[in-house]
C-alpha cells in the first residue's frame, strides 16, 4: 500500500513535467496548428540559461526567473525570424523548420555549453519527505514542482478565460479570418503564444533537469513524452494536455515500480501508437471539424 | 436610437472623426463615407477573379451587388477589406486610397466585412462573439464599451436573452444577427455584407432585409450586399452592379435595373 501511495505520488511529479510541455504544444497547435518540433530543445536552452546565471549569480531563483524570461523572449524570436515565414505554404515546411530549429538548438548548446552532462540544482530539498515515519516518495522539491506547474497553469486558464487579451487568443485560434476581420492583429496573438509555451518548456526545463542532468539531448525523452499527453489529452485540449501528463506520468510509475523500468520507455510509446490509431483525436476532443 | 456619432467609447468616437491624426484613421468628417473600387484586379493565384471592375457606392446608400456564381461578388468583398490582395486599381474610402493595407487595418479605417458563411464562432458565447466587435477600438474606458454592448442587446432582444450562451446555440437567423451585430460593434462607416440571406427561411429573410434598410437609413451606413437572391436584394437597394466574369456589366439604379427584363433574364436569373 505503501509503495502505491509513492508510486502514484512521483508519478503525479513527473505527470506535471509531461503536462508542462503539453501544455506548450497545444498551445502552439491551437494557434497554428503547427507541431513545435523543438519545443525540448527550447527548455533545454533555456535551462542552460538558467545554469550559467545560477553560476555567476551563485542565486538559484535568479537563474529561475531569468530561464523564464528566456522563455519567452525564444519563443517569440523563434515565431518572428522562423516560422511566421512559414505561414500559408506547404504544412511540411513548417514542420522541416521547427525540426531544424531542434538541431540548431542541440548543436549551439554543443558548441557554447560542451557536452559533458552537468548537475542542475533543486530549488528546494530533495530528501523523501515522510509522514508518520512513512516515506512518501516524494520530496519538497516535488512538491514545488507540482505547485509551479499547477499555478501558471491556472494563471494562463484564467488569463485565457476572463482576459481580453485571452479572448483575443482564443478568437484568433478558432478562427482567423474573423479574428482577422474584426481588427485583431493575429500575427502578435501568435507571437505571444509561442513565448507562452516557451515559458512553459523553460518551467518545464528548470523543474526536471535535476532528475535527468543536463546535456545538449537531454530534454529530448521529456518532448516524446509530453507529446504522448498532449495527443492523450486531444492537440486541441488545455485541460486534456493536463489530464494526459498526470495519467501518462501515473501509469509510467506503476509500470516502473510493478512491472520493469525498462519497459517504460516501450510502454510510452506503446501508449502514443495506441492512441494515435484508436482516437487521434485524443480523449477530450469534441467532434470539431477542422474548418478547411 | 442614437445617432450614431455617440454611444460608442469616446475614444472611437474622436478617433472616428479625423481628430489626432491618428495613422490608422482615414479623418473624413461626419459619419458616412461613400466607398469606390477604381479598376480593381485581383484573384487566387493564376486566377483573375476581378479584372478592372469599378464601383461607386455613395455615401449612406445601399448597393446591390448581383450577378452568377463566380462572376467575382465575393472576390470583390474580400478585396475590399483586405482578405485578398488588390492586384491594381484603387479603394477608395472617402476619398482616401485603403487598397495594400491588411483586414486589421481596414477595419480601423472604417469598412467592416461580414463574410459569408455567416463566421459566428460556435465555441465562444454569443457576448464573446460579441466583444471581438470592439477589438478594433483604441484604448478607452470600459462603460463606452458596455454601453455599446448594451445597445445592440436593445436592438437584438434574442442576443441578450443568450448572451451568456454558447453561440452554437443560436438559430440561423439570430446567427446572422449576431454577425451583424458583431460587425456593427466595430464603429464602421461602411458595411459589406456578403449573402446575409443565405440558408435562412423567407421570413428570417426578410427581417434581415428589413435590418439592413434600417442600417442604412438610421446610422448612414454605407453598405455594399452581394446577394444571390437578386430579386429581394434589388427591392431594397438604391442602386445596383451587375458582375459577369470580374467585370461590370451593368450599373444602374436599382428600380432600373429591376424592370430590365433582358438584364435579369440573361445575368440574374429571374
Not at chain 1, 515546411?93 to 555549453?113: C, D, M, P, Q
Amino acid at each position: 500500500m505503501v509503495e502505491f501511495l509513492q508510486f502514484t505520488l512521483s508519478g503525479i511529479v513527473f505527470g506535471m513535467i509531461y503536462s508542462a510541455i503539453a501544455l506548450s504544444l497545444v498551445l502552439i497547435w491551437r494557434g497554428t496548428r503547427l507541431l513545435n518540433f523543438a519545443q525540448g530543445g527550447m527548455a533545454m536552452l533555456t535551462t542552460y540559461v538558467a545554469i550559467e546565471v545560477i553560476y555567476k549569480t551563485h542565486s538559484y531563483w535568479a537563474g529561475f526567473v531569468i530561464a523564464l524570461v528566456a522563455g519567452l523572449i525564444l519563443g517569440a524570436a523563434s515565431e518572428l525570424t522562423v516560422v511566421r515565414p512559414t505561414a500559408g505554404k506547404p504544412e511540411l515546411n513548417a514542420v522541416i523548420v521547427t525540426i531544424g530549429l531542434l538541431i540548431l538548438f542541440e548543436g549551439l548548446a554543443g558548441i557554447f555549453f560542451g557536452g559533458q552532462y552537468r548537475s542542475f540544482p533543486a530549488a528546494f530539498s530533495v530528501t523523501g519527505l515522510r509522514v508518520n515515519g512513512t516515506p512518501l516518495g516524494v520530496s519538497r522539491f516535488d512538491v514545488f514542482t507540482v505547485a509551479a506547474v499547477l499555478a501558471t497553469t491556472l494563471i494562463l486558464a484564467v488569463t485565457f478565460r476572463y482576459t481580453t487579451a485571452g479572448l483575443r487568443m482564443r478568437a484568433a485560434a478558432f478562427n482567423a479570418t474573423v479574428a482577422r476581420l474584426s481588427g485583431i492583429r493575429v500575427g502578435r496573438v501568435l507571437t505571444v503564444g509561442w513565448a507562452l509555451a516557451g515559458l512553459l518548456g523553460a518551467l518545464a526545463g528548470v523543474l526536471v533537469s535535476p532528475s535527468t542532468f543536463l546535456y545538449p539531448n537531454s530534454m529530448d525523452a521529456i518532448f516524446v513524452l509530453g507529446f504522448t499527453a498532449a495527443v492523450i489529452g486531444g492537440l486541441d485540449s488545455p485541460a486534456g494536455a493536463v489530464v494526459g501528463g498526470l495519467l501518462l506520468g501515473v501509469g509510467l510509475s506503476y509500470v516502473g515500480g510493478y512491472l520493469n523500468s525498462d519497459l517504460t520507455s516501450l510502454v510510452a510509446l506503446g501508449v502514443l501508437v495506441v492512441v494515435l490509431m484508436i482516437r487521434p483525436n485524443g480523449l477530450f476532443a469534441g467532434a470539431r471539424m477542422r474548418r478547411v | 436610437m442614437s445617432s450614431g456619432t455617440n454611444g460608442s467609447g469616446p475614444a472611437v468616437g474622436s478617433d472616428r472623426d479625423g481628430a489626432a491624426g491618428g495613422s490608422d484613421r482615414d479623418g473624413a468628417a461626419g459619419r458616412s463615407a461613400s466607398l469606390a473600387v477604381d479598376g480593381l484586379v485581383a484573384g487566387y493565384g493564376e486566377v483573375i477573379a476581378l479584372d478592372g471592375v469599378t464601383v461607386m457606392a455613395g455615401a449612406g446608400s445601399i448597393t446591390a451587388v448581383l450577378g452568377a456564381h463566380g462572376a467575382g461578388k465575393t472576390t470583390l468583398l474580400r478585396a475590399v477589406s483586405g482578405m485578398i490582395k488588390a492586384r491594381r486599381g484603387r479603394i477608395l474610402l472617402a476619398d482616401h486610397d485603403v487598397a495594400g493595407r491588411s483586414p486589421e487595418q481596414i477595419v480601423r479605417a472604417g469598412i467592416a466585412h461580414v463574410p459569408e458563411g455567416q463566421g459566428v464562432i460556435p465555441e465562444l458565447t454569443v457576448e464573446e462573439n460579441l466583444r471581438i466587435g470592439m477589438m478594433s477600438w483604441r484604448r478607452g474606458p470600459r462603460a463606452g464599451r458596455v454601453a455599446a454592448l448594451e445597445e445592440e442587446y436593445a436592438r437584438f432582444k434574442p442576443l441578450a436573452d443568450r448572451r451568456r450562451k454558447p453561440a452554437s446555440t443560436l438559430s440561423g437567423g439570430e446567427r446572422q444577427m449576431l454577425v451583424i451585430a458583431r460587425a456593427l460593434l466595430a464603429r464602421p462607416r461602411v458595411l459589406l455584407l456578403d449573402e446575409p440571406s443565405l440558408g435562412l427561411a423567407p421570413r428570417v429573410m426578410a427581417q434581415v432585409m428589413d435590418l439592413i434598410v434600417q442600417l442604412s437609413r438610421e446610422r448612414g451606413l454605407t453598405i455594399l450586399l452581394v446577394e444571390q437572391n437578386a430579386r429581394s436584394a434589388l427591392a431594397i437597394a438604391d442602386h445596383g452592379v451587375v458582375l459577369n466574369l470580374g467585370r461590370v456589366v451593368a450599373s444602374a439604379d436599382a428600380a432600373i435595373l429591376a424592370t430590365d427584363v433582358a438584364l435579369r433574364h440573361h445575368y440574374l436569373g429571374f
